[in-house]
């Protein structure tokens, strides 16, 4: 089983087993009584409590300890034997035990308390206090050179609290625009009530945090490291005045752990060799939010105004119509309102020209078939003659039987004995080349390396990756490893001549 930070975590096993109701509600009691500074319980006052719900009416004691066992055996309860308040031998025997829930479970607990109240929704919000507040801090760490151990420390404490604030209720906030609850709630024409404070909520949030993330970058960018180390050092000064039976013999830069910290913090406002800050993701991630509510309110304006009566401007135009003095004049406005009666359009995907400032007079005209729209129609068609190309083919045969006996020739050129060193060749032409690497390619994928070519030939490759060489040709050069081709044996190709 693995060791370390990724170890199987046995401690959360109760949240998955078939008596989860039991074990959740057992340590959900421990916890609360945790919260009330309370830390030892005994199994009657547990008993006690479950039995006043209806759902442990048939529950026995003896399952109870069954179920404290298990829960201790998992980590979540620490047993202690009780021996100071015995009165017999018999008690002492039956090794009466009063428990403890662990840390990790307190952890567990709180967590899952968190998410009852949260739903299945994200949280967050856009609180611009937390970057004034963080601003103010750095100023006061700024000045801290005479403050001591005790007030370094909490301002420490206080950076980490407003910065932790920051990016989880910002990405958490950003998570929830994204969810599909939320597009859902933006589409809906309630939504058209709210986005006049959703707007403005967007807006406040975006002007003060770039107000603020300047005076914070600023502040970050003149704190020089030497006194940022000072500072660090009071900062572990005080932590290890806390007494820990876990830190003893821990020798460990604690000073170091928190300077890399504080590099991580300025990353996320300023940047850093990696990438961009996550400011500036904050940043866009704010104005795309924006754009999107502003897409969405114009599209639902468009959809309201295709269900809004028209009834008023009907009124308005017949208003219009009744005050012209003749039928001339109305026909005009008709026109105008209406446009012409008894018009055809005809479409055509033919552009003459891409400027879209012609006019249409001046462009060029054009020729426009009609098909007639009858569904069994069909384009009279004459039977042709079948031609024969025997001839252009013979001709495409021979020249391409020539261009490869070309070929061959050449390569038959480069040949030194029963192999080709690519190192010694001349500059050669870019078909070679071109030719050369294919086999390689080919070659490699094969296990004794051996492949046979298009000219007959059986080739095999040897590699020397020790050594490169420069291969020249007539369009350039390229820099590879020591290639040998070795021509092991041939057999007569299609297309050679005779």
Same mark, same amino acid.
Request: net charge neutral.
């Given at each position: 089983m693995?060791? !370390? ?5 046995t401690?959360?096993?109760?949240? $998955?087993?078939?008596?989860? *109701?039991?074990?959740? $509600?057992?340590?959900r ?5 945790h ?6 319980l005994?199994?009657?006052? +547990? ?7 209806p ?6 004691m *003896? ?8 829960? +201790? ?5 620490s047993?202690?034997q ?7 031998? #018999? ?6 035990f ?9 952890e567990f ?15 967050g ?6 970057? #004034? ?6 100023l ?13 420390a909490?301002?420490?404490?206080? +950076?980490?609290t407003y ?9 958490d906030?950003f998570? %929830?625009?994204?969810?599909? *609850?939320a ?9 058209f009530? %709210?986005?006049?404070q ?7 949030f975006?002007i ?9 970058? *600023? ?7 030497e006194?940022m180390?000072a ?7 005080h ?5 820990r039976?876990e830190?003893? !013999?821990?020798?460990?830069d604690?000073?170091?752990?928190? #300077?890399a910290?504080?590099?991580n ?18 940043? #866009? ?8 509510? /502003? &897409? ?6 468009e &959809?309201s105004?295709?269900?809004r ?6 009124l308005?135009?017949?208003e219009?119509?009744?005050?012209l003095?003749?039928?001339e004049e109305a ?6 309102v209406f !446009? ?9 995907d ?5 400027d ?14 009609r098909?007639?729209?009858?569904r069994n129609?069909?384009?009279?068609t004459?039977?042709n003659? $079948? ?5 252009k083919k013979?001709?495409t045969?021979e /020249? ?5 006996? %070309? ?13 080709i ?10 078909? +070679? ?5 294919s086999?390689?390619?080919k ?7 051996t492949?046979? /070519?298009?000219y ?8 020397d990756?020790s050594?490169?060489i ?5 369009? !350039? ?6 290639v ?6 041939k057999?007569? $190709?299609?297309?050679?001549?005779a």
């Amino acid at each position: 089983m693995m060791d !370390g930070p990724f170890k199987r975590v046995t401690e959360a096993t109760y949240l $998955a087993t078939e008596k989860s *109701d039991k074990y959740r $509600a057992i340590l959900r009691h421990f916890y609360i009584q945790h919260e009330r500074l309370r830390e030892f319980l005994f199994p009657e006052e +547990v008993y006690n409590h479950l039995r006043e719900s209806p759902y442990f009416k048939n529950y026995e004691m *003896d399952e109870l300890h069954s179920d404290l066992a298990s829960l +201790v055996r998992w980590g979540n309860l620490s047993a202690q034997q009780e021996s100071g308040k015995v009165k017999t031998i #018999e008690e002492f025997k039956k090794k009466r035990f009063r428990y403890q829930i662990t840390p990790y479970t307190v952890e567990f607990e709180r967590m899952l308390i968190q998410f009852e109240h949260q739903s299945d929704q994200f949280g967050g919000s856009l609180e611009k206090s937390h970057f #004034e507040r963080l601003y103010q801090t750095l100023l006061r760490i700024k000045q801290a050179s005479s403050e001591s151990s005790e007030d370094c420390a909490q301002l420490w404490d206080d +950076v980490l609290t407003y910065f932790k604030k920051i990016t989880q209720n910002t990405s958490d906030y950003f998570a %929830y625009l994204r969810s599909e *609850d939320a597009s859902e709630q933006m589409k809906s024409e309630a939504f058209f009530l %709210y986005k006049d404070q959703f707007t403005r909520y967007l807006r406040d949030f975006i002007i003060n945090l770039q107000r603020t993330a300047a005076s914070i970058q *600023d502040v970050m960018i003149s704190l020089p490291r030497e006194s940022m180390r000072a500072f660090f050092q009071k900062v572990s000064q005080h932590e290890e005045n806390v007494f820990r039976f876990e830190r003893l !013999g821990d020798a460990g830069d604690r000073a170091a752990e928190l #300077e890399a910290t504080w590099l991580n913090v300025k990353a996320w406002f300023i940047g850093d060799d990696a990438g961009e800050s996550q400011y500036e993701n904050v940043l #866009e991630q704010t104005n795309e939010a924006i754009r999107r509510m /502003t &897409r969405i309110i114009q599209r639902l304006g468009e &959809r309201s105004l295709l269900h809004r009566s028209r009834k008023e401007d009907y009124l308005h135009l017949a208003e219009w119509f009744s005050n012209l003095s003749s039928m001339e004049e109305a026909h005009k406005l008709s026109s105008i309102v209406f !446009g012409l009666s008894h018009t055809k359009h005809l479409y055509s995907d033919h552009i003459p020209t891409d400027d879209i400032y012609t006019d249409v007079w001046e462009e060029t005209p054009m020729a426009h078939e009609r098909v007639p729209r009858v569904r069994n129609y069909r384009e009279k068609t004459r039977a042709n003659a $079948a031609e024969s190309h025997l001839e252009k083919k013979a001709q495409t045969k021979e /020249t391409y039987l020539k261009r490869r006996a %070309y070929e061959q020739r050449v390569i038959e050129k480069y040949l030194s004995g029963n192999k080709i060193e690519l190192e010694k060749l001349p500059i050669i032409e870019p078909f +070679v080349r071109k030719l050369f690497l294919s086999w390689i390619g080919k070659a490699m994928a094969k296990a004794d390396r051996t492949i046979k /070519t298009e000219y007959g030939y059986k080739v095999k490759v040897e590699l020397d990756r020790s050594r490169t060489i420069r291969l020249q040709a007539e369009d !350039g050069y390229m820099v590879m490893p020591a290639v040998t081709l070795l021509f092991t044996g041939k057999e007569k $190709a299609k297309y050679e001549l005779a």
